[in-house]
């Protein structure tokens, strides 16, 4: 009887285990912590974030070409490397809404690089797609945007947990990557000041953005 009892401990331990891998992936650990003590959280404001935004150039057409079952598995590959060099650069992966990705640096916890975190992810994102399509059939190109401010975090509904971003960083940043370039990174003022002693720009002047009127914008080299 007691060996029974052992093994039901470790199968409920196990099982808890890969609830709790499950939720890590879905919420940031802080939430999970909240929601545990108190089944609900409070939305966070966060004064210095920066997003990245990316966006795949042709998308449209190119569903039309391919079954969906090959555009899945695509995005799974893509999306896949993608989540690594996130894990890798310390910035958190929100959403992805189609072929759009977004991801964030600074929400866990304060540090003065998250910009820099960003432009690095950023850079990988790129080489990782440009030796992916030299062995690839189908050739992704991708444009980045990413600005850096002021969001506000928190999850959304009651059933089906939403984590998300609120503000107008959040929209101004998708501007960003909307008037960028494939194989760009296209950055913001505010994103420029924080990493122009770390990396090499080009400015682009001011570029009118929908919604946003013109902005100030840099190519990473």
Not at 62 to 69: E, H, K, N, P, R
Not at 89 to 96: F, G, H, L, R
Not at 168 to 186: F, H, L, M, P, Y
């Amino acid at each position: 009887m007691s060996g029974l009892i052992d093994k039901s401990e470790e199968s409920l331990m196990a099982e808890q285990k890969k609830s709790e891998d499950l939720l890590h992936n879905i919420l940031p650990a802080n939430i999970i912590r909240d929601l545990k003590e108190s089944g609900k959280t409070i939305p966070k404001k966060h004064k210095n974030i920066t997003i990245l935004f990316t966006d795949f150039e042709g998308f449209t057409q190119l569903v039309a070409s391919i079954s969906a079952i090959t555009l899945v598995n695509e995005l799974n590959d893509i999306f896949g490397r993608f989540d690594e060099i996130m894990e890798e650069t310390e910035v958190e992966k929100i959403e992805t809404i189609g072929d759009a990705y977004m991801a964030a640096c600074g929400l866990e916890k304060e540090m003065t690089n998250h910009a820099a975190n960003c432009i690095r992810a950023a850079q990988m994102m790129l080489s990782y797609l440009e030796e992916r399509n030299k062995s690839h059939e189908i050739m992704w190109r991708m444009r980045v945007g990413v600005h850096s401010g002021t969001v506000v975090a928190g999850v959304v509904g009651k059933k089906k947990f939403a984590y998300d971003l609120f503000g107008d960083t959040i929209n101004t940043a998708s501007r960003i990557e909307s008037a960028g370039e494939v194989g760009k990174i296209n950055i913001s003022s505010s994103t420029y000041e924080l990493i122009k002693n770390d990396f090499t720009c080009l400015s682009r002047g001011k570029i009118y953005a929908k919604g946003k009127g013109e902005l100030e914008m840099y190519f990473v080299k």
